[in-house]
């Protein structure tokens, strides 16, 4: 069976910093592909971060704000939120590709505001 779970969801001043987490099972964690996503209220899913087993790729949106780190002695991937703004108040995901078969988690509910 395979699982997909986030952590670290939460609220937080606009400013201040989140880190969330993807823990994998019953992949081949090192071959898949990782990626964050979120849902922001009255928008559709857009895509925040994608690690590869060698490379990682941050969307233009977040990418001097958010950064994404993988473990894959863990099976994890960690999308650390710095500077947070309203805006990125949403439903954070995460999905593992591997062999074509797509994998995604329940969500992390990030709330943003003061």
């Known amino acids: 069976q395979v699982l997909v779970v986030e952590s670290g969801g939460g609220w937080v001043q606009p400013g201040g910093s989140l880190r969330l987490s993807c823990r994998t099972s019953?992949?081949?964690?090192?071959?898949?592909?990782i990626s964050w996503h979120r849902r922001a209220p009255g928008k559709e899913r857009e895509t925040v971060a994608i690690s590869s087993g060698l490379h990682t790729w941050d969307t233009s949106s977040v990418k001097t704000r958010f950064s994404i780190s993988r473990d894959n002695s863990k099976n994890t991937v960690d999308l650390l939120m710095n500077n947070v703004q309203l805006e990125d108040t949403g439903v954070y995901y995460c999905r593992a590709l591997i062999n074509d078969h797509e994998y995604w988690g329940q969500g992390t509910q990030v709330t943003v505001s003061s």
């Open positions: 019953g992949i081949d964690f090192s071959g898949a592909l």
